[in-house]
Each structure stands twice: as C-alpha cells, then as structure tokens.
T-cell receptor
C-alpha cells in the first residue's frame, strides 16, 4: 500500500507570494492533518480534516488555510508569505480521528 | 495551553545497549500516546502507540511504558543499532483533540 505523498517536495517563494501544498493520504484513510515543523517551535498542528470537514484548527493566522476533497486528498494554502513561514510542512493521514497517524515526507518551503 | 515535554534533549548510547527515551505530559485527560521516529530529511515514522487503559505495550525491540500517576511516558529500545539514530517524538491526544508533540530527543548510537 502506498504511503502518504506530498507535492512538491521543495519550494522556494518570495515574501508576499502565496503557495499551495498538496497531500494524498494512504488509500482508505479519511483523516488528514497538517503540521508545521521548525527547529525552534518543533511540530505544530495546523489543521485536521475528516470527510471534507475541518475538525480542528491550530493557532495559526488566517493566512493559513486548507481543504479536503471527496477523495480525501488535501491541500493547504499560505497567502502573503512571510520569512517566518519557512518550514517543513508535514501531512499525516489516519483511518479516523484520534488514531495512529502516518506522515508523508513533507514539503520544504523556503521564503526569501 | 498544556503541552508534551521531554526530559533529555540528546541521548548517546553504545551500539548493542538499551536506550530509554523519556517524556512528561501535562494533560491528565490525554488518553492516547504515540512515539514517532524522524530521520534526517524524512517525515516522522510511527513506532508504537499506547492507550491510557494500558501501562505497557511491546513491539519489535521497542517497549512503551505509561505511568499515569506521574504523567510519564517512556520508550525503550532494546539492543540499539546504528539505524536507530534519529530524533524521537512523543505525542499525546485526548478524545478528538489534535496530537500535541514534544520537542524531541536526538538519539545518537555510537558504533
């Protein structure tokens, strides 16, 4: 069974631009969560989707948004990029909420 | 808010020895705990989980211990190998709340 895939793997953007990251969960998994990982803050929760509905949202500004499609694939968008948004963005999927989560390799975003 | 923490940020062990990675959690309502391993350039990899109705769970070369009285979680790795070198995270959740991750412990295996 294929694991969680994320595209693109690497991305370089300029301040003020916007970016869209994509995540394809493990087949059959209906829950997708997004995390931001930085050396200073560690792994921080962004949002969680289940059956196309956002179930939980972390403490991030409104510039961070996401959605989930009917096939469980998910995207997250960051608008008006700031230097501090440079991070590894990780997606994780699970069968249901509050269950073991399997992570993708992440998208490394660099904002210059 | 409450968060998961770790006692030791770095741990160096000799190859073949056992490793113990500790984690303290503060949310007494947490009922599900997971240990993850993250190697350089990769996403976290699920190792083992435990629910609050258990105090011990064993996997292949790994054991997780949960002490709810003192809100402490540990990961034991038997016969540590060079391939075990990575950063290890504990994570907790309760009900439908998101996973809260600790800061991580770097395990370095000395050959």
């Amino acid at each position: 069974k294929a694991g969680v895939t994320q595209t693109p793997r690497y991305l370089i953007k300029t301040r003020g631009q916007q970016v869209t990251l994509s995540c394809s969960p493990i087949s059959g998994h209906r829950s997708v969560s997004w995390y931001q990982q930085t050396p200073g803050q560690g792994l921080q929760f962004l949002f969680e989707y289940f059956s196309e509905t956002q179930r939980n949202k972390g403490n991030f500004p409104g510039r961070f948004s996401g959605r989930q499609f009917s096939n469980s694939r998910s995207e997250m968008n960051v608008s008006t990029l700031e230097l501090g948004d440079s991070a590894l963005y990780l997606c994780a999927s699970s069968l249901v909420i509050n269950n073991e989560q399997y992570f993708g390799p992440g998208t490394r975003l660099t904002v210059t | 808010g409450e968060s998961v923490g770790l006692h030791l940020p770095t741990l160096s062990v000799q190859e073949g020895d056992n490793s113990i990675i500790n984690c303290a959690y503060s949310n007494s309502a947490s009922d599900y705990f997971i240990w993850y391993k993250q190697e350089s350039g990769k996403g976290p990899q699920f190792i083992i989980d435990i629910r609050s109705n258990m105090d011990k769970r064993q996997g292949q070369r790994v054991t997780v211990l949960l002490n709810k009285t003192v809100k402490h979680l540990s990961l034991q790795i038997a016969a540590t190998q060079p391939g075990d070198s990575a950063v290890y995270f504990c994570a907790e959740t309760s009900g439908n709340t998101p996973l809260v991750f600790g800061k991580g412990t770097r395990l370095s295996v000395i050959a």
